[in-house]
């Protein structure tokens, strides 16, 4: 199965962007990249995701390395409601596993 | 509401008995899945049922847990016998469908069952 490595956790200030990190070394064509996140008691809920290029939504911006090996979930302003478990997943037909993710901790 | 609704919301129940939980997906939607997810652990994969297809039960972690599906509705996961290893948050999701990445792979969350055994 293709696999994800992410940070266990991660810290950003109130209002600043946050950037966090993914790799995937060993992902394949029909991968596509997705993004989860978690808050707390809560269901995990969709972000975004992206194939190739760079895609943006209301939520967040995703940047995906030309190579496809890496990439990176960008949150603009981070607030404190975006306090969170962070999951990057490669989607591909049925199979969507999540690793453990990123915990971000928003400081005010 | 047109989300995900799993029931019970908490469930607590004693080492050896079997428990029942209850899935609604969202309307139309022919992809389900179940997941468990441990205290301050990432979600586990354990089943997957897409339409009419037979599921994909790679992830059950042994043969107490089962699950079913009605058609393209409601889904019951059981555990039988259960062990208080099995306690944990039961995450139920659904999509419209499940082939590639498009937009429609959107998994779509219930609240979870807190399932605790004493």
């Known amino acids: 199965d293709a696999k994800t490595t992410q940070p266990n956790s991660m810290e950003s200030n109130e209002e600043e962007p946050v950037h966090l990190p993914c790799n995937h070394s060993?992902?394949?064509?029909?991968?596509?990249i997705h993004w989860y996140r978690q808050l707390p008691s809560q269901g995990p809920e969709y972000v975004i995701h992206?194939?190739?290029s760079n895609v943006n939504n209301r939520m967040a911006s995703l940047a995906i390395a030309e190579d496809r090996k890496s990439s990176t979930l960008i949150l603009h302003r981070a607030t404190l409601r975006d306090a969170a478990v962070y999951y990057c997943?490669?989607?591909?037909?049925?199979?969507?596993?999540f690793g453990a993710g990123t915990r971000l901790t928003v400081k005010p | 509401g047109a989300g995900v609704s799993q029931s019970p919301s908490n469930k607590v129940t004693e080492k050896g008995k079997d428990v029942e939980l209850r899935c609604d997906p969202i309307s139309g939607h022919t992809a389900l899945y179940w997941y468990r997810q441990r205290l301050g652990q990432g979600l586990e994969f354990l089943i997957y049922?897409?339409?009419?297809?037979?599921?994909?039960k790679s992830g059950l972690p042994s043969d107490r847990f089962s699950a079913e599906r009605t058609g393209e509705s409601v889904s019951t996961l059981t555990i039988q016998r259960t062990q208080q290893e099995d306690s944990a948050v039961y995450l139920c999701?659904?999509?419209?469908?499940?082939?590639?990445?498009?937009?429609?792979?959107?998994?779509?969350f219930g609240a979870g069952t807190r399932l605790s055994v004493l």
């Open positions: 992206g194939l190739t």
């Open positions: 049922f897409q339409g009419n297809s037979a599921p994909d």
């Open positions: 060993t992902i394949s064509g029909t991968d596509y």
């Open positions: 999701a659904s999509s419209l469908a499940s082939f590639g990445g498009l937009a429609k792979n959107i998994q779509y």
């Open positions: 997943i490669l989607h591909n037909n049925n199979d969507m596993r």
